[in-house]
């Protein structure tokens, strides 16, 4: 019999799936993937798509303080959708529920950190450049949120073979913070 730390990721899921855990095994990485998405269109739109960033601008708080609103306020949201999903996972396996909340989180910080790496706020007169997210910024992000969903995928099943995929993941972030414009936090 084959050790199962042998076997590619592919066949891995595939034998899981046979075994009966297929339906939580494909349901981690559908919702980390969608998570990620989600968190990354609601960082450019409350970061980079505001409507009045000279009204903004004009809060009597620290502009730091609004930024951390801005971010807590889409990590509320993610929350808020996807805390239910996890608590129904737990119900059935608290392993799915604990790889799927892991995924959700870190798919989420980084979506929101691409965005913020890579935000640029339009002045209203540039009202037609406003509405386009950077395509580096599109790419690192879709590639991000692919990568920690296959990594949750294949953590669900076994956690050392989701070793590689979670490092192309984070080389991914990496690159993406070595081509965002110099300056940003």
Same mark, same amino acid.
């Given at each position: 019999? #084959?050790? !199962?730390?042998?076997?590619?990721?592919?066949?891995?899921?595939?034998?899981? @799936?046979?075994?009966?855990?297929?339906?939580?095994?494909?349901?981690?990485?559908?919702?980390?993937?969608?998570?990620?998405?989600?968190?990354?269109?609601?960082?450019? $739109?409350?970061?980079? %798509?505001?409507?009045?960033?000279? $009204?903004?601008?004009?809060?009597? &708080?620290? !502009?730091?303080?609004?930024?951390?609103?801005?971010?807590? /306020?889409?990590? *509320? &949201?993610? /929350?808020?959708?996807?805390?239910?999903?996890?608590?129904?996972?737990?119900?059935?396996?608290?392993?799915?529920?604990?790889?799927?909340?892991? %995924? &959700?989180?870190?798919?989420?910080?980084? /979506?929101?950190?691409?965005?913020?790496?890579?935000?640029? #706020?339009?002045?209203?007169?540039?009202?037609?450049?406003? #509405?386009?997210?950077?395509?580096? *910024?599109?790419?690192?992000?879709?590639?991000?949120?692919?990568?920690?969903?296959?990594?949750? *995928?294949?953590?669900?099943?076994?956690?050392?073979?989701?070793? !590689? !995929?979670?490092?192309?993941? $984070?080389?991914?972030?990496?690159?993406?913070? @070595? $081509?965002?414009?110099?300056?940003?936090?």
């Amino acid at each position: 019999m #084959q050790m !199962p730390y042998l076997l590619p990721p592919a066949i891995l899921l595939w034998r899981s @799936f046979e075994a009966g855990g297929g339906a939580l095994n494909l349901l981690v990485p559908v919702l980390v993937m969608a998570a990620g998405q989600l968190a990354g269109g609601l960082a450019w $739109l409350t970061i980079s %798509g505001e409507d009045a960033p000279d $009204l903004v601008a004009t809060a009597p &708080i620290p !502009p730091r303080f609004v930024l951390r609103a801005k971010i807590e /306020a889409v990590l *509320a &949201i993610i /929350a808020v959708i996807f805390a239910p999903l996890v608590a129904v996972i737990a119900v059935a396996s608290l392993w799915h529920a604990a790889i799927t909340l892991g %995924g &959700i989180v870190i798919a989420a910080a980084s /979506a929101t950190s691409i965005q913020l790496w890579f935000r640029t #706020q339009a002045k209203r007169s540039q009202f037609r450049r406003r #509405q386009i997210s950077s395509r580096v *910024a599109t790419f690192a992000e879709a590639f991000s949120s692919i990568g920690w969903a296959a990594t949750a *995928a294949i953590a669900a099943v076994s956690l050392p073979l989701a070793i !590689p !995929p979670g490092l192309i993941a $984070l080389a991914v972030l990496g690159g993406a913070r @070595f $081509l965002a414009p110099r300056g940003r936090a």
